[in-house]
DNA sequence: TCCATCTTGGAACGGCGTTCCAGATATGTC
DNA sequence: GACATATCTGGAACGCCGTTCCAAGATGGA
């Protein structure tokens, strides 16, 4: 039923405002949301926030748990390695789309609750991999950890402002900044910096996925799989 | 040569402003390292502190770096595994030893001049491992992914104050708190939550270690190494 | 000794997260 | 419909932060 009294504007609820602070996150960036930018958004008061949210750290988990929820819906039916891989692709990608995912993923795995949602989700694979129970907990672990550390790492390349049209020109720079390093200390580094050129991350991603899972057949699986 | 009239203090430096930086964050964590609180503790003003230091940015860079330099320098002579291993358990133990560490350097990848340190020492043993040149970037990225994904989760466990005193505590901690998920959407973590009760988290850690070179032996080294 | 340069300490600034609270709005009761 | 109660709102104010600015102290060469 409609309220009988016309309001201002429409009512604030913690969707709402759980909402906005995506909406500045993926325009502006982390240092684009604060308790000002979003009061003026929501045409609002900082106290009218704290209602709804306990503090700026709520805020953030509500955002990342929000975007977390929606990447790891993929859930196409099939072998255990494509759902995998298809999780996995599903948490790179929303990193690639909202750059702040990392950094919150990161901060908040260092604090709790973000683990077990995608621990469960790639540990019921593991599972029906064949993984006999007593290494379910270590095999799930390494599959999370390099997955999270990976997209991570790859969400350097998703920090430039527009999402893929500077995206080889960016992996250009860091090839080139490679290349400049200190020859004595860095050799290594240096030989492989024109791998990285017009290398596509997504299929990287996927190449270490499938190098881990190749490790646990090998390594928990010794019958061919 | 010492100059001849005498200073009231010791004289300000960027090493010694590092040092006071690093001691504070061991200390007092992340939050207790701030501008007012370094002043305090060097006796000294903000002026003076910025004339050796850009920024606060760059001061946690640096932070990071020292303590990175010394954990990587651990190079004990042995097979291009046993280093790996050697250099993922440093980099384990640094973490472990300075909580704060995780979080700079799930920030700092995400800034770039991080990576190329841990992906040198750790390309240099993958090269050594005889993977094929074609896969030398591949190969090393998985590594570095694995090691810092799974050492940044694993700095939930280090960040109670006292390092290891109730470390068993904090697992037992969890543990539960797994234990007490919803049984319709968390089956799976449950189930392998009683494996986390006096599990040890650098074994658990150097077994996906493991797990990761059998993979690469397997994918890129089919004669048996 | 004097001057140019390097270095210091602290006051001040703007912006942040958060608190506080007076008042507007909704809900329940007769 | 009217009143009491609980829920929700907006904005002023607070304390702390990183950073800037600058007058003054220290240093070293001519």
Redesign the pocket.
Known sequence: MA???????E???RERIVEAAVELLDTSGE?G???????ER???????????V????E?LAAATDGVLTTALRAGSPGSPRDEIRAVALGLFDAIDHHPWLATQLALQLARGSVTPRIFEVIGRQVRELGVPKGQWFTTTSALVSYILGAAGQNATNARSAVPHANRDEFLNAVSSAWEDLDPEEYPFTRAVAAELRGHDDREQFLAGVDLVLAGITAVHLPRAE
């Open positions: 309220p009988r009294t016309r309001r201002r504007t009512a604030l609820s240092t949301l604060t308790f000002r930018t979003l009061t929501l045409a609002t008061g900082a106290g009218a926030i704290y209602w709804h306990a503090n700026k750290d805020l």
